[in-house]
């Protein structure tokens, strides 16, 4: 068996997709049929829906499988891709080979896939938490501040993997509801590999203006270190609760007074000192370009302001 689209002769979008065996790492990945993943999501019962900055809308369904090796059940997240085109198919085929080709810690882990009855579905471990936006923005318990120094750790350890084996960048993909976390508060990256240009004019663009720096802006091409900005703009809403609009008022205003624009849920919870050296790290991330340090630097300062009492 080999990965081999096969098209039904009367409908060339109706398809089945076979096992990836082409690698090693793929061996753990799971054939989902539609009837099983229909079941196990209750009839594809929505879970929640992400509107993306390109104008995109992913619908995710919530729900549980039997463990083939534990024969207990598992909860897992099936996200639909829409695929309108025979490139677009191609394109998803690319994606599955390439999600299946590294795992980490700090990443969601990919369990399989399914391509039938002009369905295509991506199925992925489910984290109990849910994404760290809910946390920030919605009405979930209180993080403290060393819980958001830990997830702040799972993210840049996700993103230094990623830039470690893709040499690119993450584009429109860092962000709040994209950092899911499991039931300890580690924090994992829901990542796709979708490649998109700035040049392609997203429609809901004022959604991401906070997380991109001038010279993206200005060219529209998005290299490792604009995810380094990225980041930073994410540590800002991680420590201050502040959302987009008001991130983009913050960015305007230097030195960041970040003490005095902290989340006031931590109230004086919090190591003053420890507290200064995330507004340095903050303002070296959301630097001019050629300024900004590697996410691996990004790592060292956090690890040293764990330790920080």
């Given at each position: 068996?080999?990965?081999?689209?096969?098209?039904?002769?009367?409908?060339?979008l109706?398809f089945?997709?076979?096992?990836l065996?082409?690698?090693?790492?793929?061996?753990?990945l799971?054939?989902?049929?539609v009837t099983?993943l229909k079941?196990?999501?209750?009839?594809?019962r929505k879970?929640?829906?992400v509107?993306?900055?390109?104008?995109?809308i992913?619908?995710f369904y919530?729900?549980?499988i039997?463990?083939?090796s534990?024969?207990?059940?598992a909860r897992?997240?099936v996200?639909?891709?829409?695929q309108?085109?025979?490139?677009?198919?191609?394109?998803w085929k690319?994606?599955?080979e390439?999600?299946?080709?590294?795992?980490h810690?700090?990443?969601?882990?990919?369990?399989?896939y399914?391509?039938?009855?002009?369905?295509?579905?991506?199925?992925?471990?489910?984290?109990?938490?849910?994404t760290l936006?809910?946390?920030?923005?919605?009405?979930?318990?209180?993080?403290?501040?060393?819980?958001?120094?830990?997830?702040?750790?799972?993210?840049?350890?996700g993103l230094?993997?990623?830039?470690?084996i893709?040499?690119?960048?993450?584009?429109?993909?860092l962000?709040?509801?994209?950092?899911?976390?499991d039931?300890?508060y580690?924090?994992?990256?829901?990542?796709?590999?979708?490649?998109?240009?700035?040049?392609?004019?997203?429609?809901r663009?004022?959604?991401?203006?906070?997380?991109?720096?001038?010279?993206?802006?200005?060219?529209?091409?998005f290299q490792?270190?604009?995810?380094?900005?990225?980041?930073?703009?994410?540590?800002?809403?991680l420590?201050?609760g502040?959302?987009?609009?008001?991130?983009l008022?913050v960015r305007?205003?230097r030195?960041?007074?970040?003490?005095?624009?902290l989340?006031?849920r931590?109230?004086?919870?919090?190591?003053?000192t420890?507290?200064?050296?995330?507004s340095?790290?903050?303002?070296?991330?959301?630097?001019?370009?050629?300024?900004?340090?590697?996410?691996q630097q990004?790592?060292d300062v956090?690890n040293?302001?764990?330790?920080?009492?």
């Open positions: 068996m080999g990965n081999v689209l096969k098209p039904h002769t009367e409908d060339p109706s089945t997709y076979e096992p065996l082409s690698s090693p790492n793929n061996e753990d799971r054939v989902f049929s099983e079941k196990a999501t209750n009839n594809f879970g929640r829906v509107n993306e900055e390109d104008g995109s992913r619908t919530k729900g549980s039997e463990d083939t534990s024969r207990t059940k897992i997240s996200m639909e891709c829409l309108d085109s025979l490139e677009a198919i191609e394109a690319g994606q599955v390439s999600l299946g080709k590294h795992s810690p700090n990443l969601v882990k990919f369990l399989g399914c391509c039938e009855d002009r369905k295509s579905l991506l199925v992925f471990e489910y984290l109990h938490k849910g936006d809910h946390h920030i923005h919605g009405k979930k318990e209180m993080l403290s501040w060393a819980t958001r120094v830990k997830i702040a750790i799972g993210t840049a350890q230094a993997f990623l830039h470690s893709n040499n690119s960048s993450l584009y429109f993909e962000r709040l509801h994209n950092i899911m976390l039931e300890e580690n924090a994992k990256l829901f990542y796709l590999e979708t490649k998109k240009n700035y040049l392609e004019r997203p429609r663009l004022d959604k991401g203006l906070a997380y991109m720096p001038l010279e993206c802006l200005m060219s529209g091409s490792m270190d604009t995810d380094v900005f990225a980041f930073g703009v994410i540590l800002l809403e420590f201050t502040l959302k987009t609009k008001r991130l008022e305007k205003t030195p960041l007074l970040f003490t005095e624009k989340d006031p931590l109230g004086s919870d919090y190591p003053v420890a507290a200064m050296e995330m340095t790290l903050i303002e070296r991330c959301t630097g001019d370009k050629g300024t900004r340090p590697s996410m990004v790592l956090l040293s302001i764990t330790e920080i009492n």
